[in-house]
């Protein structure tokens, strides 16, 4: 009997393919016999590399495609950036593993090999995301920003051709394709709180497939804890890419230690909080940490809160 094909969806950028090819060789190695294919799904964030994440008319523009092509059966699992996806999955699908967590920190790569704090009074940085720039915002509010999207070669790229003095990524994207000499500066989390997810991995499925016990056993529980509780904290606020709001979570032995940052888009409200609770009940953590933020918001006062582990 013939054993059954594995089909892994991904974009198509460099780093999509790099991180597909990794879960194709950790699905080979847990069972050699099988075989394993990548498709490329273009999704609409790849038919409009130019467009800002704002303009976008709904949330998922890096997945939607990849979705559709999992219900219709096109593809047997789909790979993505964990911090690319809804919280809100579409029925029928799940989150079926987190095998791996790279460096969840941002990443500056400077023109002149200046960190934040030493560029020149004006500096423009080149980025999309409106966590950063809040949070860059509030901590040198005289930096300019630019929106800037595309793969990591395109904008690396614009570095030089648009004037830019520096950009800021994702330390994991560089890390995976082996870039990590072009840092200048990794960002302290305490600085620049991650996106929730940053760094994370996950394999989404269908809910019914047979193939979910392999799927799950390339989980790695810490990983799993700690993005169940971060993504929690994104769904009771309701948040999404783009929030100007950063969430960390780390397994401390029994415990779950969580980190946010919430800001207004101009950075000039910058609310952090801090949450203890357990590492076996990560979404209550996540719960009680979105809790803590909505008490008064971005711009209210900063306070540490521990919970019953």
């Known amino acids: 009997m013939a054993v059954e094909p594995i089909i892994i969806g991904t974009r198509g950028s460099e780093l999509a393919l790099r991180q597909a090819e990794t879960v194709a060789q950790l699905l080979l190695r847990a069972q050699p016999q099988r075989r394993v294919a990548i498709r490329v799904v273009k999704t609409q964030a790849d038919e409009r590399p130019d467009t800002s994440l704002r303009e976008f008319p709904t949330p998922g523009v890096f997945v939607k495609e990849l979705e559709k092509a999992l219900l219709a059966r096109e593809i047997t699992v789909a790979v993505h950036s964990l911090k690319d996806l809804p919280c809100a999955l579409p029925p029928g699908l799940c989150l079926a593993a987190c095998p791996e967590r790279e460096d969840p920190r941002d990443a500056l790569i400077s023109r002149d090999d200046l960190t934040v704090e030493r560029l020149p009074p004006g500096a423009v940085i080149g980025t999309g995301s409106p966590r950063r720039q809040a949070q860059l915002r509030h901590l040198r509010p005289d930096l300019r ?19 830019l003095d520096a950009l800021v ?12 000499r072009l840092i200048t500066q990794y960002l302290p989390v305490e600085q620049c709180v ?25 989980t790695d529980p810490s ?11 994104l769904a009771d606020l309701g948040a999404g890419c783009t929030t100007p709001l950063g ?30 609770g357990s590492a076996r009940e990560p979404e209550e953590t996540g719960r009680a940490l979105a ?18 582990p």
């Open 291 to 308: 809790a803590a933020l909505r008490t008064c918001g971005a711009g209210g006062p900063t306070r540490a809160t521990a919970i019953e």
């Open 247 to 276: 969430v960390y979570a780390q397994v401390r032995g029994e415990a779950l230690e969580m980190h946010a940052a919430l800001a207004s888009p101009d950075g000039r409200y910058l609310r952090h909080e801090t949450i203890t």
């Open 169 to 180: 990524l994702a330390a994991a994207g560089l890390h995976r394709l082996d870039r990590q």
């Open 223 to 233: 990983v799993e804890a700690v993005v169940r509780a971060e993504r929690q904290t």
């Open 145 to 163: 920003f630019v929106d800037l999207r595309g793969n990591l070669n395109t904008r690396l790229r614009k570095l030089h051709t648009e004037g």
């Open 194 to 218: 991650p996106a929730a997810g940053q760094g994370a991995l996950t394999l989404e499925a269908r809910e019914d497939d047979r193939l979910l016990p392999l799927f799950r056993s390339l």
